[in-house]
T-cell receptor, first 111, second 114 residues
Framework: EDQVTQSPEALRLQEGESSSLNCSYT??????LFWYRQDPGKGPEFLFT???AGEEKEKERLKATLTKKESFLHITAPKPEDSATYLC????????????FGTGTRLQVTL | DVKVTQSSRYLVKRTGEKVFLECVQD?????MFWYRQDPGLGLRLIYF???????EKGDIPEGYSVSREKKERFSLILESASTNQTSMYLCASSLGAGGKETQYFGPGTRLLVL
């Protein structure tokens, strides 16, 4: 059974204080790993897809990386508007497009 | 841009009522999905559909049914609502080209069953 574990559950940073969120996964054959951002009371917003170990993708202050067992979402010099819950999900081969989600990391960035 | 819309943002229903949640996507996507999201449990797949009139059970289909009569529309039905179905319901769609694909989500419907 595919599993996704995200850590930490919650993270509080000061503005400008860089950090990383972790997503550990076990999957029979990784088709893709997805990162989403979710604001309170809203649907998840797509950020990145990573397909193979060693791949990296960047968007503004966010950078996602992938190894064979985990993915990191690096946040560089965060701002208060980066406060949100970040979700990680995996898609395995042979699962007909299904995603398995982690429970998320709730990030708060303060002034 | 992909747009996924859901019929209601908030719903309050009574136990035993039949509840319809509708989802519409405007990008001609093949696949559509229904999830529920609960604190500490994350997103769990209820049902999905990879074509019109086709459906497959997800991880937690009990107490739910779905309907997909048109490609752009996917409905979730609670035949007889119960209090344990109080949750945030999220619809998503993906291209479904058989390759690597991203799911795009709607804004969610927060359902309260009294």
């Amino acid at each position: 059974e595919d599993q996704v574990t995200q850590s930490p559950e919650a993270l509080r940073l000061q503005e400008g204080e860089s950090s990383s969120l972790n997503c550990s996964y076990t999957v029979s054959g990784l088709r893709g790993l997805f990162w989403y951002r979710q604001d309170p009371g809203k649907g998840p917003e797509f950020l990145f897809t990573l397909y193979s170990a060693g791949e990296e993708k960047e968007k503004e202050r966010l950078k996602a990386t992938l190894t064979k067992k985990e993915s990191f979402l690096h946040i560089t010099a965060p701002k208060p508007e980066d406060s949100a819950t970040y979700l990680c999900a995996v898609q395995a081969y042979g699962t007909a497009s299904k995603l398995t989600f982690g429970t998320g990391t709730r990030l708060q960035v303060t002034l | 841009d992909v747009k996924v819309t859901q019929s209601s943002r908030y719903l309050v229903k009574r136990t035993g009522e039949k509840v319809f949640l509708e989802c519409v996507q405007d990008m001609d996507h093949e696949n559509m999905f229904w999830y529920r999201q609960d604190p500490g449990l994350g997103l769990r797949l209820i049902y999905f559909s990879y074509d019109v009139k086709m459906k497959e059970k997800g991880d937690i289909p009990e107490g739910y049914s779905v309907s997909r009569e048109k490609k752009e529309r996917f409905s979730l039905i609670l035949e007889s609502a119960s209090t344990n179905q109080t949750s945030m319901y999220l619809c998503a769609s993906s291209l479904g080209a058989g390759g690597k694909e991203t799911q795009y989500f709607g804004p969610g419907t927060r359902l309260l069953v009294l």
